[in-house]
């Protein structure tokens, strides 16, 4: 199984300022790596997929990076609308597909 | 515009069973693989089961095994997951999503969610 982890697992930023968000996975997943979006009490929202491909509608502020088992979220300039739980996926290796525990971004 | 929409859920005793559904519209059901992943209350996201277009193939997480059974009705556009011999830590809120293709499996929408408690 792959396992997934996430740093830092809170993140304490302001508005208008630069969040980094990362994902490790235990063995080489090549790209095959998708990020979501969850808000309170809402289902998840796939914001990357393919480790660097933006979503339909997702903002351009955020972006994705990395490949093998080093990847990066990252949203440009944070939005009220951003703080909010991140969660990495990967779906190289399954069953099973396996999520990171998540970072939260909040102020 | 695809729409999932879950039905089922609630409180159930310790060993005893549930099933939850998904309707799906606005795609061609049967092109598509289905997932149901779910979420304890406060922790992270778990994936739970797959299941291929056209219902051959059936992938669960351990955690699951033996006790989860997922199936599909493509003639009424219905993805369904039954669970039997429920636990307290089946408790969590179940989402039914979907994947893009056949080829590879990111999850795109998600379902409302549907809360099973699992409590004596």
């Known amino acids: 199984e792959i396992v997934m982890t996430q740093s830092p697992a809170t993140l304490s930023v302001s508005p208008g300022e630069r969040a980094t968000l990362s994902c490790r996975a235990s063995q080489n997943i090549n790209n095959y790596l998708a990020w979501y979006q969850q808000t309170p009490g809402q289902a998840p929202r796939l914001l990357i997929f393919g480790a660097s491909t933006r979503a339909t509608g997702i903002p351009a502020r955020f972006s994705g990076s990395g490949s093998g088992t080093e990847f990066t979220l990252t949203i440009s300039s944070l939005q009220s609308e951003d703080f909010a739980l991140y969660y990495c996926?990967?779906?190289?290796?399954?069953?099973?597909?396996?999520f990171g525990p998540g970072t939260k971004v909040d102020i | 515009q695809v729409h999932l929409v879950q039905s089922g859920g609630g409180v159930v005793l310790p060993g005893r069973s549930l099933r939850v559904s998904c309707a799906a519209s606005?795609?061609?059901?049967?092109?598509?693989?289905m997932h149901w992943v779910r979420q304890a209350p406060g922790k992270g996201l778990e994936w739970v089961a797959m299941?291929?277009?056209?219902?051959?193939?059936?992938y669960y997480a351990d955690s699951v095994k033996g006790r989860f059974t997922i199936s599909r009705d493509n003639s009424e556009n219905t993805l369904y997951l039954q669970m039997n011999g429920l636990r307290d830590e089946d408790t969590a809120v179940y989402y039914c999503t979907k994947p893009p293709g056949r080829t590879f499996n990111w999850f795109d929408p998600w379902g409302q969610g549907t809360l099973v408690t699992v409590s004596s």
């Open positions: 996926q990967q779906y190289n290796y399954w069953p099973p597909f396996t």
């Open positions: 606005g795609f061609t059901f049967t092109d598509f693989g």
């Open positions: 299941i291929s277009y056209d219902g051959k193939n059936k």
